[in-house]
């Protein structure tokens, strides 16, 4: 399948599942990510799948938590005041160590908001979200096309790491429509030999979070931690435009990094060497990447769809080698070129 | 006369100590679904569904594949998991706690849906693990930790019947109240069990078994005293009682 199709972006991610082997999906419904579960409830039983309307999304996560304890691929979605509730189940497929993908398209917050894409649950993503010691593997797709790709991706280092992936979008990039080549379909799935299978010729498997004997969780922590140690070293995904001569940088993630494109076009049309730094992965953050770039310009100036959230993990890997300013748009509103064209105009 | 074994540890329990109180309904009943899994022979194919209650270490004395769930997710989880796993045999435990308060919409819709599990409830009328509070299944002028001077339903309303609730629901095929409090009732228990068990392997749908079942020591009493209260405080309120089979309401 290697032609162009206009697909939405909710639904490519709904295909690009499909296509990586998930045919569990559990939700709940929510504004702006609803053509999710609607794509969901129509390809899945085409495809031998099982979807379900969950009657919350307490009850969705911990129906991806059974399901995922199975060996399935598993996946729900939702918005920003759904993944509030489903961070109970995120906490515990952590500390159980089952992979899932849970896609957030976010919206206005804090609160019911409003149903328009927002980037307020930055701090929510990449610092646990839940309760306890632990990092949900965060990546923030910045096209349609990234929607479907990096959905498959996140099931495979899912099951890689048996670590919940977060795929970070938010109302504007799911609502848009764009031309995709759709993922290969993967063909073989990796086995699962923890999966609860029932104890046929082998010891039963305990799958829980609980960890009541002396020590016991200190050692399972340490080895959460050894296990994202490894994510950190191997899984950090970024992307760059027109770094190379930059004497300022913008860094955004999404559909901000997408209106900062717009606003670098504008600025090299009058002269000024301007370059984007794309975090993709927001968890695990780019840190050493963006530290590199830091030092070959005079000044960072962050765009983010919130008060300033990302705007911290730059400040303190880049914040030593150039001074770091913020631009942000709450309240589900999109960064405004003018503004970042004026803002960088005034570095000069 | 040649000798017959008549009694026998059962093989799909683990040999360890249990952390179980003295005269507690959990070990009773753990001890029931191990000697059911030997009879109907599917140990091999039991997943186990640990609840947040007492019993969130049954996968510790079952010896099955286990799986924790959340404090009321039980239901939920077990419905992913049984998705999946489809030709298992998924056992729901859960405590009044965990099945009637915080997760009631979990129980409900689980029900609702007709999910093809066993749900196995104990209803102690308290939270044990926590260290005694109101349940929802509390009784009337029942004084625990934060009912010191009795629940009074006209504050923190009455105590719910389970059974009773899930028996609106079109889907449930089996549906159950029983006790533990002597060697009848847990025989009765154990029938119950067994057949909603068999619900499951026969792909029948939801079965529910409900059992009155003693907490001495958050009760505060000795526990004969504790099976006693059963029968003479619990039991007129939740009567003992099959309330659905094959589908159909019973009479
Ligand atoms: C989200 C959450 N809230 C509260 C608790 C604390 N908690 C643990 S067990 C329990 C009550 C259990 O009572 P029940 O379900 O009746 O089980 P029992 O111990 O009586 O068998 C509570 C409130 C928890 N673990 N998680
Ligand atoms: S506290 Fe109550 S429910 Fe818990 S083990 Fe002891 S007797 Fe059983
Ligand atoms: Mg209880």
Redesign the pocket.
């Known amino acids: 399948m290697s032609e162009k199709i206009l697909m939405k972006g909710n639904e490519a991610i709904g295909e690009a599942a499909i296509l990586a082997g998930c045919r569990h999906y559990f939700a709940y419904p929510i504004t702006p990510q609803n053509e999710i579960p609607a794509y969901m409830a129509k390809r899945l039983p085409q495809v031998g799948g099982t979807f379900l309307q969950a009657e919350s999304e307490l009850a969705a996560v911990s129906m991806v938590m059974g399901a995922s304890a199975g060996g399935a691929r598993v996946m729900t979605s939702s918005s920003s005041p759904g993944i509030s509730l489903k961070q ?1 189940g995120i906490s515990y497929m952590s500390g159980a160590q089952l992979p899932a993908v849970i896609v957030n398209m976010m919206r206005g917050g804090p609160g019911l908001g409003n149903i328009a894409g927002a980037q307020g649950d930055y701090f929510q993503a990449t610092r646990g979200g839940g309760n306890g010691d632990y990092h949900v593997l965060v990546i923030a797709p910045g096209n349609v096309q990234e929607l479907a790709d990096y959905t498959v991706k996140a099931f495979e280092l899912a099951d890689k790491y048996r670590i919940v992936c977060m795929i970070l979008g938010d109302g504007y990039l799911g609502q848009m429509s764009e031309p995709l080549i759709l993922p290969e379909a993967v063909k073989e799935l990796p086995a699962k030999d923890w999966a609860l299978t029932g104890a046929k010729g082998r010891d039963p498997h305990i799958i829980a979070s609980l960890r009541l004997a002396d020590g016991a969780l200190v050692g399972h922590v340490y080895d959460l931690y050894k296990n994202y140690a490894e994510i950190e070293k191997n899984e950090v995904i970024y992307d760059t435009q027109n770094l190379e001569d930059a004497d300022y940088m913008l860094v955004a993630y999404g559909t901000s990094s997408r209106v900062c494109k717009k606003a670098i076009r504008v600025l090299r049309a009058e002269g000024i060497k301007v370059g984007l730094f794309r975090p993709v992965t927001l968890w695990p953050f780019p840190k050493k990447e963006i530290a590199e770039a830091a030092k070959k310009v005079k000044k960072i100036l962050t765009v983010e769809m919130s008060m300033g959230q990302m705007v911290q993990d730059v400040q303190i890997n880049a914040g030593k080698y150039c001074d770091v300013d913020f631009y942000g748009e709450p309240g589900g509103m999109l960064p405004v070129v003018e503004k970042i064209v004026q803002r960088v105009k005034s570095y000069v | 006369m040649s000798e017959e074994k008549i009694y026998s540890f059962p093989k799909s329990i683990r040999e360890v100590t249990t952390h179980y109180c003295a005269g507690c309904g ?1 070990g009773i009943v753990h001890k029931l679904i191990a000697q059911i899994m030997d009879e109907l022979g599917i140990q091999e194919k039991t997943l186990m569904i640990a ?5 969130v270490l049954a996968y510790n004395y079952i010896k099955a594949d286990g799986l924790e769930a ?2 009321g997710r039980a239901p939920a989880v077990s419905t992913g998991l049984k998705r999946v796993q489809k030709d298992k045999v998924v056992i729901c435990y ?6 009637l308060a ?1 997760g009631t919409a979990e129980s409900v819709h689980a029900a609702n849906r007709g999910e093809h599990i066993t749900v196995i409830f ?1 209803n ?1 009328a ?5 260290g005694g ?1 109101m ?1 929802p299944t509390t009784m009337e002028g029942q004084v625990t930790k934060t009912t010191p001077y009795g629940r009074d339903p006209k504050q923190v309303g009455w105590p719910i019947r389970a059974c009773e609730l899930l028996n609106t629901l079109e889907a449930p095929y089996y549906i159950e109240r029983c006790a533990v409090y002597d060697v009848k009732h847990i025989n009765q228990t154990k029938k119950a069990i067994k057949k909603a068990i068999q619900n499951q392997i026969d792909g029948k749908g939801y079965s529910f078994v409900e059992i009155l079942s003693m ?1 001495p020591t958050n009760w505060g009493v000795e526990p004969q005293k504790a099976a006693d209260w059963v029968r003479d405080v619990m039991e007129p309120y939740y009567p003992i009682k099959c309330f659905r089979d094959g589908g159909e309401k019973t009479k």
């Open positions: 109970e | 959990h609840p947040v209650g007492c019993s959340a404090h859960q405590g009044d706690g965990d099945l915080i104990i102690n308290i939270y044990g693990m926590t509070q349940a907490c």
